[in-house]
């Protein structure tokens, strides 16, 4: 992790975390409370959230375009609130976006807690919130405008839901070895062809959205490099 002078944001300094380092934090915070699956399965998120940090998700009105929202004190975390339309329809869709938000708000958490407890002590208890409003297929382009914190925070759904070492387990029968490297570490990659079945087999092994499950595979096996 590194901090250099913000240029943008509510924060005098703005933190980096190379894409290894995301899921290092995750996988560790996952295990530390006993919700790293033996086997690749689902990620009791909800439950996380409540050993880890000793908070339960509350549901509010909250304003449009807000999905949920962190609210932290002098000592940490105080509530995490998600929207009350997220609860209004029972389906599968709607139970995974409840957990993709969790997930967003488990990584405002775990990389930015200290930074909002500072920033926080100037305002009001009122004001001492950090909003999601961008989570990953949501809206038709996400667009962070400078708020590198909503950034990483989406990258923590991914190291959070699918954990890479579940992720590498499920997708063994995708990969295909390619013709110029047969080495450990770059003789196998996802073929294109393979890419949308991988999606479907994430999404229902891990109970997400496809559409997390689609980014999450462009992190760890993007396209731009793959050679065949």
């Known amino acids: 992790m590194r901090k250099y002078p913000a240029m943008s944001g509510p924060f005098e300094k703005a933190l980096y975390f190379e894409q290894e380092e995301i899921e290092e934090v995750c996988e560790a915070a996952l295990q530390s409370?006993?919700?790293?699956?033996?086997?690749?399965?689902?990620?009791?998120?909800?439950?996380?959230?409540?050993?880890?940090?000793?908070?339960?998700?509350?549901?509010?009105?909250?304003?449009?375009?807000?999905?949920?929202?962190?609210?932290?004190?002098?000592?940490?975390?105080?509530?995490?609130?998600?929207?009350?339309?997220?609860?209004?329809?029972?389906?599968?869709?709607?139970?995974?976006?409840?957990?993709?938000?969790?997930?967003?708000?488990?990584?405002?958490?775990?990389?930015?807690?200290?930074?909002?407890?500072?920033?926080?002590?100037?305002?009001?208890?009122?004001?001492?919130?950090?909003?999601?409003?961008?989570?990953?297929?949501?809206?038709?382009?996400t667009s962070y405008r400078g708020r590198w914190w909503e950034h990483q925070a989406n990258k923590a759904i991914g190291a959070l839901l699918i954990p890479f070492g579940l992720l590498e387990k499920t997708m063994v029968p995708f990969l295909e070895a390619t013709k110029k490297d047969k080495s450990k570490s770059q003789g196998s990659c996802l073929g294109p062809k393979q890419r949308q079945a991988a999606i479907l087999r994430l999404s229902e092994i891990f109970d997400v959205n496809p559409v997390v499950a689609k980014i999450r595979l462009a992190e760890t096996f993007p396209t731009s490099k793959i050679s065949f």
């Open 33 to 141: 409370v006993g919700l790293y699956p033996d086997r690749p399965s689902p990620i009791r998120i909800e439950r996380f959230l409540e050993k880890k940090f000793d908070l339960s998700p509350e549901y509010a009105d909250l304003p449009e375009g807000i999905l949920g929202l962190t609210k932290f004190g002098p000592l940490g975390p105080e509530k995490v609130v998600l929207s009350i339309f997220l609860s209004d329809t029972e389906d599968k869709i709607s139970d995974r976006r409840i957990s993709t938000t969790l997930a967003h708000e488990a990584g405002h958490i775990l990389f930015h807690a200290e930074l909002f407890q500072s920033h926080f002590k100037k305002y009001s208890e009122d004001e001492r919130t950090v909003l999601c409003r961008d989570l990953p297929g949501t809206s038709d382009r």
